[in-house]
């Protein structure tokens, strides 16, 4: 019985102590018709070795291609102290640290963390994560519904250069509390948010408006004016921001006059592997006036009897444990391992770590841009700068080149015909700081043989 | 002290930072940082050491008892870890094209089919991020079939009033008013009061099996046929399936859809609060509505389902496909376990708690339902002890933290007063068990001779009690803007 | 500078401090003509993310062939826990535990390590470990030639079915202190140490005899008869073995009439990875009249000064840093950290856990046996049965075969004919409780199409 | 309590057992195990638990300051962990055909090379598994090329009498007789005894700089040349490379063989007691000496070199290569350093010791040269402090365990009283150092308030000091043995 200690001795004695003449008798007030006797359909137990042969033939399969690819996941260095410090049994198998003094370990790293996003953004407070970016964006938009003094709205500006997923997850989350996301076209020359896309809408009633920075595009938005547009209409601005980003671009606590009123995004580019797609975490940083709108955990500084300094879980009362139906957010669980790696990562990293590597994703793109624009058949779709992101029109399908470029083991970036029918045979490419010149230079090397 | 008090300004890990060549001018300036953010800067080796010292001061499964009521604190196999880890998935873009995902995909795959069979249900989207996730996406489903229906005017979700506080919280991000159902003192729903309560409003019910007070609801089906009748559907709740593996399934007592806690019972690590996996499974008529991506199998091969073949979806929940790593580790521990070990689970899950709280009981503790079988926990109430010595369930948790155990979950459910809520899971050995029961014994004796002292625990933790009120008044949330 | 954290301001600071202008400065007690100025030969320094790009491509390039290979290295199964909790920093970066009372952990863990030691070879009292096997059985040989009491011969009769390289390695530390290893050859029809062999030299004075329990062809030997002949003669008998085989083979502790004096072995097989060849450990068993005989570290259990149970490394007035020239040898750092790894194995894995590897490994190789010899052109060539290797005669040079099969992805085994010209074209292999039918089956298929 | 305290008899960690068909009837029963080993039976939980627990009892680098003199207690980095285990490394045979193996030989060929570079030596084996065994390796080759001279007569090996006790013990091992030479009151070599007594007898001088006192011995061309003359060889004792790395070479101050602690100098981690590696260098005409293997470099690839390219090799020394995973971490960490990293190792750990040597002395401790610079570690001796207070070296070591600081090295070099060797490396930050300095004060001033609790610490570890002599008395080496 894997990882069951039980001896027959042992069950004997205890059955005895119950007073119950078998383990069966244990489950005799559920009601036996509907008992079933065993699992058909699951295969046999497998001993460690067997599952390790599996698991590591399942993961060699898919092969390891060099990756262009970013559109919310991005590959870059993870430094080996991470996840080695991460996968402490004490961090790993820790449950939320309800008690607080035996979790002292998990709260103040949450604190250093919320610090760290805090610098990170510029702005007042952060939470202890949400799951990750879309949903972050989500609990974002309820947060700006719930939050706003000024407006009674539950609609939302929503442009359509802010991540695609993001928006359609938002809104399975957000329609069933009658909020309505309103689709703001980005400029076709420049992919950006323009002044003039959002003076149709003046006059009326917003809760809020989002602004990716960067953009989906890997575009730059010009934020300062947005914001201010936000504030003077009412309205509160939502950040969504690529972590890696701001240590080289404003932080969103600093665009306009007033800066963002909430900021989120997905931390994945703050030390976790692309792993398929998770666990990432979404964080989530806001101004202090709205922190009891905040969903999620919180974790404060405080003292003990001795007046000894720890930390503890705050502002409970926010959250369903407590409050119940009349929650922020439903959300319990969240993604403090993520959270723990994240913090491990931005220590190590520091800040001018970080801003290297923001800069030599800049570098790279660029470098990346050059190459493959100099193709015949390959066009920059948009004018002006780009993080680390750009789109690239092709003279071919994408779907069809990518495929070739996957037969050299390439994965060339994200084919944007699903999300944006309008742009034809347009390509997402991104160029972390993992990407040498000897394998941008491969990539167009292929891509010039395929066009 | 705090990594950022490590810090000395102008200090680099230079082995951290990328080679960068000049300066980048190509972004104007008033998109640009000016001040460098105030994170901390330190060597790698204060970084190793500030962390590894920190992570000391936790309880966690792999030091300590740790029988944590509602929550399965079970082993977390290191296979699961280093497996879920390979580089092979670490590294897999979550965009990356079907043709080179396919190792990924049938470990998905398998999951799904394996999770249908151990629910009774006809199919499993994994892509939930937590418990309270997957609750989201079964009431928004629930909804989605009223909608369908054209069936608009339910609006009502019926929820025990013994249930989890994500239950209630669920059903109003989904746009419903939510109805509070009496517990008996049995622990069984009050089956009179939800009769009452069911209607044309109805639009389902949520309830946990056996339920947060540990005990099975016998009258499962009269409350399935209830609800049914009236034209609304049933949630279970799956965070305590540890209790049932393998004996009796969701899906044949009559519910409609189940969220699956992977993190519980198929033992992914808790990470101190995440990451979760909240798998939600429905029936039949259900199935339509699930949410995207899932990973279905055609002949060359498994493939992601889309909005194309699933037009009625209630969509995405998140940015791509859930927490991947998470639903490795479920999976592998699946395999390791196979359907015998899935029954034993369950098996020695209601063995430890039965046993437990016989001994408990035996040594003059009151437990909440005592004519009851335990489930795969049970709740003793310290309602006596706080009458009669001024010493609580919190006192008593505190004092438990001395003695090497952490503590159970306290007061939860709210129905029962100074309760702890006792979850040792099959994992742990008799040996454990005992020495629980006998650290209970000693605060019992501590708190009739000095109850003062056990007020006075934690007395050997980094910190003393800690000061909740001040946290909450004197807000420092973060060091950055304190200092 | 990677790893070095000073800032410029501290710098100065300290040197103010010192009263010194410079860094510079401090190495005036260098001869100036004698000072470098750099390291031309050393290449510039690679940052984390670069040098984790070149190991990567290292550590792929030779990729990763199924193993029927053993001759003293094992590919046994480690559970995933072994390696990630020896990992764990309080292990992974302690020193020798000087400090008892700071180094409880290590301390424990040894003795511990000890008492899974004696049990399993049935001996008194163990070690704390030496490097590896071979080190290990030059230790022993030296430590019987200082221990043996009856005798006081400087020659070890030592079969040449002994691991060649041990008796190398051996030969090349022991010789200088004019010890002598006389070989006693094998039966060629079983590959064992006969009785008939060992009277040749019934009447002369040795101070012990060596027996490898398996042999290094994978036979067994007539142990308790072979350890009643050395004592017999008044030669000690220092015991060879196999750590895995030893839930299966009958303990040196029980050899013949009095048990083995000395027991040694490489402990690899108890959950250290194949590694290109270590670190291991060698192991070292004896019994307790010889105790202080015994080279190396050992952990005693005693009290503190409150009576509480506590370990500290004891009998160190045998070793090198109190007696100096005079020492037992002059070990001093081990093999600590595979010894770690080992403990947790055994652990892991139980009494049961490692009789059932040994009977797989012993089942697995029987099934090898069966399916090559069935091949024309493939004969064993011992009699009698063996443990987990074993002897193969090929109808071709090995060293060819053992080209093609590499070449399809396979590890054929061991070439015989550099250590053993005499036995024409033979094979060692082996086949552990990793391997699959499936893996065997493939082998035989291969091996018959080169044949 | 011990692993084997946690056994219940008959328990079985399934997830860990290989299947097995039927029973074993092939070997005879003599040569059977009768009864099964008395190894403790636990499940994979409670093996986890006991030893992430027990690791928390021990002091590390991960975890605390640890200036043990002359063992270079430096930061491990985590990459050179993480990389060195890399599949492809771990699954490697050690006789996997050279052609499978070019991957792992560049490293290691590469490594001989940046070895030869920064010693100043023309060849390097790296097959000596720790520094022992690469002085073992050393003091053979000079024998191997005195005999091979024919110059029989040479049978003594000097050693100062602050050499390291591997020194002396290796010289032993090797045949040899070992002569002490005195220690000036500098730190340097009396070169005058030396001269004495270097003969036709002497083999060689075995030979430490800077010197276990923390010293650069500055006539160190003389002593070579007063050794080369008289025959004998110089033997360089690399386990203090850390204070000199890119600033000065062995080689170039006239060694012939070097042992170099890749464990120390080259952050290899000591892992509680090891493995270390202690590579083998030497001059051109000790090159054909050298133990095998070693790698070369042809056109083709990398090759082995064996003994028919070698004819006059001491041999082998291990099984197989020596600890070739130790021998990787060395080498990522090698690369990572670079040529300019490696002269900063030198620089700093000699700022360092420097700081800390002249702070102690400017709050009143007595250091054992305070006329000499520090190299990478110095000597406070508390001679004052045993005599005037009765608090010995010893005392101070226990209480610094107490205040969060690893004690120095204690006792050793024997030739001052009540030492502490400090040694304090150049990845430790100010803080540490300036908080070990505020700890050293305050146990001053403790031990001149309240002598008798200074010599009662430690108090806040696992245990109070330790009956040594009861351990050495009463042995209880195994609990298999003793229960
Ligand atoms: C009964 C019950 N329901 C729901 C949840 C919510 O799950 P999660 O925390 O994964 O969101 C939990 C656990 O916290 C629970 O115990
Ligand atoms: C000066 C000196 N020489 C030799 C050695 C022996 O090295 P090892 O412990 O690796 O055998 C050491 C370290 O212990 C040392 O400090």
């Known amino acids: 019985m894997p990882f069951i200690p039980h001896t027959e001795d042992e069950i004997c004695d205890m059955l005895s102590v119950i007073g119950a003449d078998s383990i069966e008798q244990l489950f005799d007030e559920i009601p036996q018709h509907l008992r079933i006797k065993s699992l058909q359909g699951v295969p046999q137990g497998l001993n460690e070795m067997e599952v390790s042969?599996?698991?590591?033939?399942?993961?060699?399969?898919?092969?390891?291609?060099?990756?262009?690819?970013?559109?919310?996941?991005?590959?870059?260095?993870?430094?080996?102290?991470?996840?080695?410090?991460?996968?402490?049994?004490?961090?790993?198998?820790?449950?939320?640290?309800?008690?607080?003094?035996?979790?002292?370990?998990?709260?103040?790293?949450?604190?250093?963390?919320?610090?760290?996003?805090?610098?990170?953004?510029?702005?007042?407070?952060?939470?202890?994560?949400?799951?990750?970016?879309?949903?972050?964006?989500?609990?974002?938009?309820?947060?700006?519904?719930?939050?706003?003094r000024k407006s009674k709205s539950r609609r939302i500006l929503v442009p359509t250069n802010v991540n695609p997923v993001y928006r359609s997850a938002t809104k399975s989350i957000v329609h069933h509390q009658n909020i309505e996301l309103v689709d703001v076209e980005f400029d076709t020359a420049t992919g950006q948010t323009t002044l003039d896309a959002l003076k149709a809408y003046e006059g009326e009633?917003?809760?809020?408006?989002?602004?990716?920075?960067?953009?989906?595009?890997?575009?730059?938005?010009?934020?300062?004016?947005?914001?201010?547009?936000?504030?003077?209409?009412?309205?509160?601005?939502?950040?969504?921001?690529?972590?890696?980003?701001?240590?080289?671009?404003?932080?969103?606590?600093?665009?306009?006059?007033?800066?963002?009123?909430?900021?989120?995004?997905d931390?994945?580019?703050?030390?976790?592997?692309?792993?398929?797609?998770?666990?990432?975490?979404?964080?989530?940083?806001?101004?202090k006036a709205h922190v009891r709108q905040m969903p999620g955990r919180i974790v404060g500084r405080t003292v003990d009897q001795d007046e000894k300094e720890g930390f503890v879980l705050t502002l409970q009362a926010r959250e369903q444990h407590i409050r119940r139906s009349k929650a922020t957010s439903n959300i319990c669980t969240n993604q403090g391992l993520v959270v723990t790696a994240s913090t491990i990562y931005m220590s190590l990293l520091g800040p001018q770590g970080l801003e290297k590597v923001a800069i030599a994703c800049h570098q790279n793109t660029n470098q990346l841009i050059e190459k493959l624009s100099a193709?015949?058949?390959?066009?920059?779709?948009?004018?002006?700068?780009?993080?680390?992101?750009?789109?690239?029109?092709?003279?071919?399908?994408?779907?069809?080149?990518?495929?070739?470029?996957?037969?050299?083991?390439?994965?060339?970036?994200?084919?944007?015909?699903?999300?944006?029918?309008?742009?034809?045979?347009?390509?997402?490419?991104?160029?972390?700081?993992?990407?040498t010149d000897e394998e941008i230079d491969r990539y167009a090397q292929v891509l010039s043989e395929i066009l | 002290m705090l990594i950022f008090e490590h810090t000395?300004?102008?200090?680099?890990?230079?082995?951290?930072?990328?080679?960068?060549?000049?300066?980048?001018?190509?972004?104007?300036?008033?998109?640009?940082?000016?001040?460098?953010?105030?994170?901390?800067?330190?060597?790698?080796?204060?970084?190793?050491?500030?962390?590894?010292?920190?992570?000391?001061?936790?309880?966690?499964?792999?030091?300590?008892?740790?029988?944590?009521?509602?929550?399965?604190?079970?082993?977390?196999?290191?296979?699961?870890?280093?497996?879920?880890?390979?580089?092979?998935?670490?590294?897999?873009?979550?965009?990356?094209?079907?043709?080179?995902?396919?190792?990924?995909?049938?470990?998905?795959?398998?999951?799904?089919?394996?999770?249908?069979?151990?629910?009774?249900?006809?199919?499993?989207?994994?892509?939930?991020?937590?418990?309270?996730?997957?609750?989201?996406?079964?009431?928004?489903?629930?909804?989605?079939?009223?909608?369908?229906?054209?069936?608009?005017d339910r609006k009502e979700i019926l929820v025990p009033n013994a249930a989890h506080g994500t239950n209630p919280a669920t059903a109003t991000m989904c746009g419903y008013t939510v109805k509070e159902i009496p517990t008996l003192d049995n622990g069984d729903v009050d089956l009179d009061a939800l009769k009452q309560a069911v209607g044309p409003q109805t639009a389902g019910l949520m309830l946990t099996n056996p339920?947060?007070?540990?005990?099975?609801?016998?009258?499962?089906?009269?409350?399935?046929?209830?609800?049914?009748?009236?034209?609304?559907?049933?949630?279970?709740?799956?965070?305590?399936?540890?209790?049932?593996?393998?004996?009796?399934?969701?899906?044949?007592?009559?519910?409609?859809?189940?969220?699956?806690?992977?993190?519980?019972?198929?033992?992914?690590?808790?990470?101190?609060?995440?990451?979760?996996?909240?798998?939600?499974?429905?029936?039949?008529?259900?199935?339509?509505?699930?949410?995207?991506?899932?990973?279905?199998?055609?002949?060359?091969?498994?493939?992601?389902?889309?909005?194309?073949?699933c037009p009625q979806t209630i969509g995405r929940l998140s940015a791509f496909m859930g927490n991947a790593g998470v639903l490795l580790r479920a999976y592998i521990y699946m395999r390791m376990l196979g359907k015998d070990g899935m029954q034993r689970v369950a098996e020695f899950a209601t063995l430890n708690a039965n046993y437990m709280m016989a001994q408990l009981k035996n040594k003059g503790f009151d437990v909440a339902i005592p004519e009851r079988r335990a489930s795969h926990e049970f709740i003793v109430t310290l309602k006596k002890q706080a009458k009669e010595l001024n010493v609580t369930a919190m006192d008593f948790a505190k004092r438990l933290l001395d003695l090497g155990y952490h503590a159970p979950t306290t007061y939860f459910p709210l129905l029962i007063p100074e309760c702890l809520l006792i979850e040792p899971t099959e994992t742990e050995a008799r040996e454990s068990l005992d020495g629980f029961i006998e650290a209970m014994l000693q605060i019992q004796s501590e708190a009739e001779n000095d109850a003062e002292f056990v007020k006075g625990a934690p007395y050997t933790m980094p910190v003393k009690r800690l000061d909740e009120v001040r946290a909450a008044k004197q807000l420092d949330l973060s060091w950055v803007n304190q200092s």
């Not at chain 1, 595009?217 to 504030?231: C, I, K, N, R, S």
């Not at chain 1, 931390?267 to 101004?287: E, I, R, V």
């Open chain 1, 53 to 148: 042969r599996l698991m590591q033939s399942r993961a060699a399969e898919d092969g390891q291609p060099v990756c262009f690819m970013g559109a919310g996941s991005y590959d870059h260095h993870i430094p080996a102290a991470v996840w080695q410090i991460t996968t402490r049994g004490e961090y790993y198998t820790a449950y939320t640290p309800y008690q607080a003094e035996a979790s002292q370990g998990t709260l103040q790293l949450i604190y250093e963390f919320q610090s760290m996003m805090t610098a990170l953004t510029a702005m007042d407070v952060s939470n202890a994560s949400l799951y990750d970016g879309a949903s972050a964006l989500s609990e974002a938009v309820l947060m700006a519904v719930r939050g706003n």
């Open chain 1, 205 to 265: 009633d917003f809760a809020a408006v989002v602004i990716s920075q960067p953009t989906f595009f890997g575009t730059l938005e010009q934020v300062d004016a947005l914001t201010d547009w936000a504030h003077a209409n009412g309205a509160m601005l939502i950040a969504v921001v690529n972590p890696t980003s701001l240590s080289l671009l404003k932080p969103p606590g600093e665009w306009g006059e007033q800066g963002a009123d909430i900021a989120c995004g």
């Open chain 1, 267 to 287: 931390g994945q580019p703050l030390g976790a592997p692309m792993s398929s797609g998770g666990p990432y975490y979404g964080f989530m940083c806001c101004k």
């Open chain 1, 375 to 435: 193709i015949k058949g390959v066009d920059v779709l948009f004018k002006g700068s780009v993080f680390h992101e750009v789109v690239l029109k092709l003279n071919k399908p994408v779907a069809d080149v990518l495929n070739a470029l996957a037969e050299k083991n390439i994965l060339g970036g994200y084919d944007l015909s699903n999300d944006y029918p309008q742009l034809d045979n347009a390509l997402l490419v991104c160029a972390t700081e993992m990407r």
């Open chain 2, 8 to 152: 000395t300004q102008g200090r680099k890990n230079i082995a951290q930072a990328p080679v960068v060549n000049g300066e980048v001018n190509d972004i104007p300036a008033e998109l640009r940082r000016t001040k460098s953010a105030p994170l901390p800067e330190l060597s790698e080796l204060q970084v190793v050491r500030h962390y590894t010292r920190l992570s000391q001061k936790n309880f966690s499964i792999d030091t300590h008892f740790y029988p944590l009521g509602s929550c399965t604190m079970k082993y977390n196999p290191r296979a699961c870890n280093s497996l879920a880890m390979l580089p092979g998935f670490l590294s897999r873009h979550p965009l990356a094209p079907e043709k080179f995902s396919q190792g990924f995909m049938a470990c998905m795959y398998e999951l799904q089919e394996m999770l249908c069979e151990v629910t009774g249900m006809s199919g499993f989207s994994l892509t939930p991020m937590a418990g309270a996730q997957g609750e989201f996406a079964g009431v928004a489903m629930i909804r989605a079939y009223h909608d369908a229906k054209k069936d608009f």
């Open chain 2, 211 to 309: 339920s947060t007070l540990g005990v099975f609801e016998r009258r499962i089906e009269e409350i399935a046929k209830t609800v049914h009748q009236a034209g609304g559907l049933l949630y279970y709740d799956g965070a305590n399936l540890n209790a049932i593996l393998g004996k009796i399934r969701p899906g044949d007592m009559g519910f409609d859809v189940i969220h699956s806690n992977l993190h519980k019972t198929f033992s992914t690590p808790h990470g101190g609060g995440g990451p979760g996996s909240g798998a939600i499974g429905v029936s039949e008529r259900l199935k339509p509505f699930l949410p995207l991506p899932m990973v279905t199998k055609e002949n060359e091969g498994y493939r992601w389902l889309t909005e194309k073949d």
